[in-house]
């Protein structure tokens, strides 16, 4: 059922979210989205714009069957009548009804000059416009929210015009007028004194819908809130035209967790991660490991004075309990690690080393004198699993008698790669030679064949990512390279490093530690 009417979230990915550069939603991707954000629980979902884009007009079409929508409702949007023309006779304002979307969002110019150049109209005009529609769709049986583009700009120039229209627009029956920062370039405090200020003088129901320009979208939107708004208007991870919109997976948990409103129904806010990362991966956009909230890194630490207090008190470096947004802690082995760093992280991956302080400190140095050398775990959970392991005389399965890679170009100009790999499992002596594409895919594929004589089951073990950094530029082509790789069985991914000045060496160290993590995994 619909959330309750005292505060709105508004999403309007599915529109003006699908405006970022590399996004094109397809109408069963938009399908999947909406699904995804009414699971989250936003009240009202922004589906595009039918009539005006053939994509949009088919997906209200298909969402009257393929759509059950439990907690939000959809919104269609559009533009407000012609200048000059009828309403009842507008093809766009009467595709908006065609689209059976229960809420309507009219767009309507708010600065004068926007009327006087981009609509070449009078004001007057211009308000009978918002009026004659609002009302046209009222009539309808539809919702209508007003969105007062270039608002804040328009404030600037006329503080008085913007006012009218949102009153002419309440008076034809709007439920909300949404200030618009088009340009995006205000920041919190003024955002706060204008909307305060429209708000005393119109007397209506306000709601907000900021673009990041200034870097400011989810302040202005949380400001503007505390000045009496009541309806944010946001996007799913922030996506949106030029430098994007006001995140919905972060406003929401700044407005729920630290104004107290109630934004989404009970429990919701554990989805957030979820959410967030599903969507991106419809987007086909990678999550952002930095976001408030919902990135891996949002509750990462790497210090390691912070880690000495995460391990007396989780909440003395965490503003939030991470389960409450489905995150969780992060402890970054690092250079700058210490003991709590080691103990934490160790826990982390399922060791105990409470009572191993010999082994803790041990490995305390080897990550410092290894990252010394260019190493890095941070990214790399497995290969310090891998050292924590060995320190432990763990058995790590097998061992390397030798490798080597062949590349060689043919009279034709074709290039061809070879490898063999030589290694010892169980007292067994194994020889793997494999063609690739190249020198790495050709020792992956060979280390891989000699693994799988023995333990046929990790077949399905692939590298899934693989990433070069150079960590000494003025040597060019002499520096020492460091390669992560990423690596997967199906189920589970892990990451692994290598160091080497030789590119091909350290990528067959991240290449050994990825099948070594592979079969310990195995074996538990």
Same mark, same amino acid.
């Given at each position: =059922?619909?959330?309750?009417?005292?505060?709105?979230?508004?999403?309007?990915?599915?529109?003006?979210?699908?405006?970022?550069?590399?996004?094109?939603?397809?109408?069963?991707?938009?399908?999947?989205?909406?699904?995804?954000?009414?699971?989250?629980?936003?009240?009202?979902?922004?589906?595009?714009?039918?009539?005006?884009?053939?994509?949009?007009?088919?997906?209200?079409?298909?969402?009257?069957?393929?759509?059950?929508?439990?907690?939000?409702?959809?919104?269609?949007?559009?533009?407000?009548?012609?200048?000059?023309?009828?309403?009842?006779?507008?093809?766009?304002?009467?595709?908006?009804? +065609?689209?059976?979307?229960?809420?309507?969002?009219?767009?309507?110019?708010?600065?004068?000059?926007?009327?006087?150049?981009?609509?070449?109209?009078?004001?007057?005009?211009?308000?009978?416009?918002? %009026?004659?529609?609002?009302?046209?769709?009222?009539?309808? #049986?539809?919702?209508?929210?007003?969105?007062?583009?270039?608002?804040?700009? @328009?404030?600037?120039?006329?503080?008085?015009?913007?006012?009218?229209?949102?009153?002419?627009?309440?008076?034809?029956?709007?439920?909300?007028?949404?200030? *618009?920062?088009?340009?995006?370039? =205000?920041?919190?405090?003024? =955002?706060?004194?204008?909307?305060?200020?429209?708000?005393?003088?119109?007397?209506?129901?306000?709601?907000?819908? *900021?673009?990041?320009?200034?870097? *400011?979208?989810?302040?202005?939107?949380?400001?503007?809130?505390?000045?009496?708004?009541?309806?944010? %208007? *946001?996007?799913?991870?922030?996506? @949106?035209?030029?430098?994007?919109?006001?995140?919905?997976?972060?406003?929401?948990?700044?407005?729920?967790?630290?104004?107290?409103?109630?934004?989404?129904?009970?429990?919701?806010?554990? +989805?957030?991660?979820?959410?967030?990362?599903?969507?991106?991966?419809?987007?086909?956009?990678?999550?952002?490991?930095? %976001?408030?909230?919902?990135?891996?890194?949002?509750?990462?630490?790497?210090?390691?004075?912070?880690?000495?207090?995460?391990?007396?008190?989780?909440?003395?470096?965490?503003?939030? +309990?991470?389960?409450?947004? #489905?995150?969780?802690?992060?402890?970054?082995?690092?250079?700058?690690?210490?003991?709590?760093?080691?103990?934490?992280?160790?826990?982390?991956?399922?060791?105990?080393?409470?009572?191993?302080?010999?082994?803790?400190?041990?490995?305390?140095?080897?990550?410092?004198?290894?990252?010394?050398?260019?190493?890095?775990?941070?990214?790399?959970?497995?290969?310090?699993?891998?050292?924590?392991?060995?320190?432990?005389?763990?058995?790590?399965?097998?061992?390397?008698?030798?490798?080597?890679?062949?590349?060689?170009?043919?009279?034709?100009?074709?290039?061809?790669?070879?490898?063999?790999?030589?290694?010892?499992?169980?007292?067994?002596?194994?020889?793997?030679?494999?063609?690739?594409?190249?020198?790495?895919?050709?020792?992956?594929?060979?280390?891989?064949?000699?693994?799988?004589?023995?333990?046929?089951?990790?077949?399905? =073990?692939?590298?899934?990512?693989?990433?070069?950094?150079?960590?000494?530029?003025?040597?060019?082509?002499?520096?020492?390279?460091?390669?992560?790789?990423?690596?997967?069985?199906?189920?589970?991914?892990?990451?692994?490093?290598?160091?080497?000045?030789?590119?091909?060496?350290?990528?067959?160290?991240?290449?050994?530690?990825?099948?070594?993590?592979?079969?310990?995994?195995?074996?538990?």
């Amino acid at each position: =059922m619909p959330r309750p009417d005292d505060f709105h979230v508004f999403d309007t990915t599915l529109r003006d979210g699908a405006q970022r550069e590399g996004i094109s939603y397809s109408v069963i991707d938009k399908l999947a989205v909406a699904r995804l954000l009414d699971e989250y629980g936003v009240g009202f979902i922004e589906g595009g714009w039918p009539g005006a884009m053939p994509k949009d007009t088919e997906f209200f079409q298909r969402a009257r069957s393929e759509l059950t929508l439990r907690n939000a409702q959809l919104v269609a949007f559009g533009a407000t009548r012609k200048a000059g023309v009828r309403v009842e006779d507008d093809l766009q304002v009467r595709a908006l009804v +065609d689209s059976e979307a229960p809420v309507v969002t009219l767009v309507a110019k708010s600065d004068v000059r926007h009327v006087a150049e981009a609509l070449r109209t009078t004001l007057d005009e211009n308000v009978a416009m918002v %009026q004659d529609t609002v009302r046209f769709l009222v009539d309808a #049986g539809r919702r209508v929210f007003v969105d007062m583009e270039h608002f804040f700009d @328009g404030y600037k120039h006329d503080a008085d015009y913007g006012v009218r229209l949102l009153v002419a627009a309440f008076d034809a029956g709007a439920s909300v007028g949404v200030l *618009c920062d088009t340009n995006g370039g =205000m920041l919190p405090h003024g =955002m706060f004194e204008v909307v305060e200020d429209v708000k005393r003088r119109s007397g209506v129901r306000l709601g907000i819908h *900021c673009q990041d320009d200034t870097g *400011c979208a989810i302040a202005n939107s949380v400001s503007a809130v505390e000045a009496g708004v009541s309806h944010v %208007q *946001c996007t799913a991870n922030g996506y @949106g035209e030029r430098t994007g919109n006001a995140d919905l997976f972060v406003v929401v948990p700044n407005l729920q967790l630290k104004l107290g409103i109630d934004c989404l129904p009970e429990g919701r806010l554990a +989805d957030t991660v979820r959410i967030s990362h599903a969507i991106a991966e419809i987007a086909n956009i990678a999550p952002n490991t930095h %976001q408030p909230y919902a990135g891996w890194a949002s509750f990462a630490h790497k210090a390691g004075l912070h880690a000495s207090a995460l391990k007396v008190n989780a909440d003395l470096y965490n503003h939030i +309990d991470p389960a409450v947004v #489905g995150n969780v802690q992060n402890v970054l082995v690092t250079e700058m690690a210490g003991r709590a760093s080691i103990e934490l992280k160790g826990a982390e991956l399922g060791h105990d080393l409470s009572q191993q302080p010999e082994l803790v400190s041990r490995v305390v140095e080897q990550v410092k004198e290894l990252e010394a050398q260019g190493w890095t775990f941070e990214a790399a959970d497995a290969s310090f699993e891998l050292l924590l392991l060995d320190g432990q005389g763990v058995d790590v399965t097998f061992e390397v008698e030798s490798w080597r890679t062949i590349v060689e170009q043919d009279v034709d100009g074709e290039v061809k790669t070879e490898a063999t790999v030589k290694i010892h499992i169980d007292g067994d002596r194994i020889i793997s030679t494999a063609e690739g594409n190249g020198p790495v895919n050709a020792l992956d594929r060979a280390m891989r064949r000699a693994i799988v004589q023995k333990y046929p089951d990790l077949e399905t =073990m692939r590298l899934v990512d693989y990433k070069v950094r150079i960590l000494d530029e003025k040597s060019g082509t002499g520096a020492k390279t460091r390669v992560l790789i990423g690596t997967s069985d199906g189920h589970e991914s892990w990451s692994t490093v290598g160091v080497h000045e030789n590119v091909i060496a350290a990528s067959w160290r991240a290449l050994e530690d990825a099948v070594k993590y592979g079969l310990l995994k195995r074996a538990r």
